[in-house]
T-cell receptor, first 117, second 114 residues
Framework: KAGVTQTPRYLIKTRGQQVTLSCSPI?????VSWYQQTPGQGLQFLFE???????NKGNFPGRFSGRQFSNSRSEMNVSTLELGDSALYLC????????????????FGPGTRLLVL | DQQVKQNSPSLSVQEGRISILNCDYT??????FLWYKKYPAEGPTFLIS?????DKNEDGRFTVFLNKSAKHLSLHIVPSQPGDSAVYFC?????????????FGKGTKLSVIP
């Protein structure tokens, strides 16, 4: 099976712009989670989508939003970019069947590195 | 508040010796724990996991120990190899709103010296 793919891999934007990142999950996986990783920080949870619905949300401002399509592909959008939004954005997918935590291991994509100037 | 803590930002170990990476958590609702390994310019890769009903899980050179009363887990790598040099993230899982949400530590950078 192909792994999780994310596009683009690298992105440079300026303050005030908006950006859209894309994630294609592993085939058959219906849950997609997004994380932000900044230097010195762990992975901070942004939100999770399942069946085109946001199921969980982390503590990020409303400038961060996402959506999921019927084929489970997901996008996240950041509006009015700030310098502090420079980070590695990671997407992870899991089956989403809630059969138990051992069956819901999240598998990560390579990430999109966003630089805001 | 940081619910999952990895207090050692870095660790250096000689090749062939044991690497021990530690992780502490505060939330009693966590019932499943995972370790991920991350190389630069790549996403985290799942390494090993353990359920809260167990105290040990082994997979080849990797063993995870869980001390539930102390809210502490550790990852042992033996013998350590240069290819193990990476950042290791500890993650804890809690069931929330129909899914298993992960909370990550800040990571420990392991350097295995040949």
């Amino acid at each position: 099976k192909a792994g999780v793919t994310q596009t683009p891999r690298y992105l440079i934007k300026t303050r005030g712009q908006q950006v859209t990142l894309s994630c294609s999950p592993i085939s058959g996986h219906r849950s997609v989670s997004w994380y932000q990783q900044t230097p010195g920080q762990g992975l901070q949870f942004l939100f999770e989508y399942f069946s085109e619905t946001q199921r969980n949300k982390g503590n990020f401002p409303g400038r961060f939003s996402g959506r999921q399509f019927s084929n489970s592909r997901s996008e996240m959008n950041v509006s009015t970019l700030e310098l502090g939004d420079s980070a590695l954005y990671l997407c992870a997918s899991s089956p989403g069947l809630a059969g138990g935590p051992s069956q819901e291991t999240q598998y990560f994509g390579p990430g999109t590195r966003l630089l805001v100037l | 508040d940081q619910q999952v803590k990895q207090n050692s930002p870095s660790l250096s170990v000689q090749e062939g010796r044991i690497s021990i990476l530690n992780c502490d958590y505060t939330n009693s609702m966590f019932d499943y724990f995972l370790w991920y390994k991350k190389y630069p310019a790549e996403g985290p890769t799942f390494l090993i996991s353990i359920s809260s009903i167990k105290d040990k899980n082994e997979d080849g050179r990797f063993t995870v120990f869980l001390n539930k009363s102390a809210k502490h887990l550790s990852l042992h790598i033996v013998p350590s190899q240069p290819g193990d040099s990476a950042v290791y993230f500890c993650a804890a899982s809690a069931h929330r709103a129909g899914s298993y949400q992960l909370t990550f530590g800040k990571g420990t950078k392991l350097s295995v010296i040949p």
